[in-house]
């Protein structure tokens, strides 16, 4: 029988991470999934450099991809330096894939990566949001919402 998986997963250094994606879109699901990295590319990440700000997963022939993801050229990769932007397999467990096939053809949802860390064991890994576009309207909620969050803090703060 297979462990449950934790509710939140074990980040020990934390190399990118998409800070709009939780404004511009509203999280449903969230998967960790591994990536098949080169040796360069894990030396980059280590140096705690990559951006995933503009960056997406695509399902292709059951598989999951990571494109347009911006690891850097190592400095001291020489000629068997990576390419910056190239797509990078995403491991994951295939009924895992399936979920995120069906949530994507049938409810219009994107998969959006939220952050690249590492975790205790020294894995690189890729925390994957299953999400749903947000309106114009949406937006202006969360900035309302957060606005008065910050506001009652200030005000619970000052009364004691």
């Known amino acids: 029988m297979a462990r449950p998986k934790p509710s939140t997963f074990d980040k020990a250094k934390t190399v990118a991470e998409n800070r709009r994606a939780r404004f511009e879109y509203f999280i449903e699901d969230v ?3 591994g990536i098949a990295l080169s040796g360069t590319e894990v030396k980059s990440l280590r140096f705690g450099e990559g951006t995933i700000a503009e960056s997406y997963a695509d399902l292709r022939d059951g598989e999951a991809w990571l494109i347009n993801a911006n690891i850097p050229e190592f400095s001291h990769g020489n000629r068997f330096n990576h390419e910056p932007k ?3 397999k995403l491991l994951l ?7 995120m096939i069906g949530a994507v053809e049938r409810k219009g949802m994107t998969l959006i990566p ?3 860390y590492f975790n205790s064991r020294g894995r690189a890994k890729v925390e994957l949001a299953l ?10 909620q969360t900035i309302k919402d957060r606005d008065w969050k910050r506001d009652k803090a200030r005000l619970m703060r000052d009364r004691g």
């Open 86 to 88: 190239r797509p990078r």
């Open 114 to 116: 939220l952050s690249v």
């Open 131 to 140: 999400a749903k576009g947000k309106q114009t309207h949406d937006k202006r």
């Open 31 to 33: 998967f960790e999934a």
């Open 93 to 99: 467990h295939e009924r895992e894939i399936e979920k």
